[in-house]
């Protein structure tokens, strides 16, 4: 054996592709991976091949073992272990702080009788919550809080009067009389009639007449309504009408209204039944 061959058995790789190339090998196959039929000696070159590379990366890894550890992986163990010490430091300290807050007793009454004069006393019961200023109509009643039913029953009053009493001539449409009971009902519904025409206004106009509203009476809505709430109630509105035109007569209108109470806290007319 040469000087050459000498050291290059004593030299080991150093970097990853040389121990990569150990693992490329000329194989020397046995004989009985050259005897047999083709099928036969292709499974033992594998079975050849398989087992020898397991035993270059078995020499791999324990050759490897062997080299001394580098800067490198010496600085990041000795950051692992600071790492390490600091949590466990940390979670001691934590437990420490919580069972010394876990064992302190509370104060006791006379504790808080004893207490120097101007130094407050703690509270041991919850603050009460700040009650809440009413942002809506709901909030300003109470649950057990009624109606005022003679402003809404009002209401519905003036609307009739304004909105059955009724001058063609003067009002020329159906629109007149609308606008003018528009104080009394809400924008939705006004908007609504404006565009809807009334029947009793073109029998009105082919008769030549005027209406007068002289009397209304007005009563609670029958069961087939909603009951009163605070903030809405259902009303039968009974107008009684005078007519003068070709022919004088009388008539009686009734109509079922819904009034509700606005966000300003205003009762008005939303719903109109009987048009």
């Known amino acids: 054996m040469t000087e050459n061959d000498d050291k290059g058995q004593d030299h080991k790789p150093s970097s990853a592709q040389e121990w990569r190339e150990l693992l490329k090998a000329r194989y020397d196959y046995p004989d009985e991976a050259k005897d047999g039929t083709l099928r036969q000696r292709r499974r033992a070159r594998r079975a050849h091949r398989r087992r020898d590379r397991e035993r270059r990366q078995e020499w791999i890894r324990e050759e490897r073992q062997k080299e001394p550890v580098t800067a490198g992986g010496a600085l990041l163990l000795v950051v692992l272990l600071l790492l390490v010490g600091l949590g466990v430091k940390w979670w001691t300290s934590s437990s420490d702080t919580d069972a010394e807050a876990s064992a302190r007793p509370a104060p006791s009454p006379s504790a808080l009788q004893s207490a120097p004069p101007g130094m407050p006393m703690p509270s041991m019961a919850p603050a009460a919550p700040k009650p809440s200023s009413p942002s809506s109509p709901a909030a300003s009643l109470s649950e057990n809080s009624t109606p005022d039913v003679r402003q809404a029953e009002s209401v519905v009053d003036q609307w009739m009067r304004q909105y059955l009493t009724r001058n063609p001539p003067v009002d020329e449409t159906h629109e007149g009389p609308v606008r003018r009971a528009a104080p009394w009902a809400s924008a939705a519904l006004t908007d609504n009639l404006l ?41 039968n509105a009974a107008a009684e009408i005078k007519v003068h035109g070709y022919t004088d007569y009388t008539e009686t209108r009734t109509l079922r209204t819904e009034v509700m109470l606005s966000g300003e806290g205003k009762w008005q007319i939303t719903r109109v039944l009987g048009l």
Request: aromatic fraction near 4%; proline fraction near 12%.
């Open 195 to 235: 565009h809807h025409s009334d029947p009793a206004w073109d029998i009105l106009v082919s008769r030549g007449g005027i209406a007068t509203v002289t009397d209304v009476k007005i009563t609670p809505a029958g069961g087939d309504l909603p009951p009163d709430n605070p903030l809405r109630v259902w009303r």
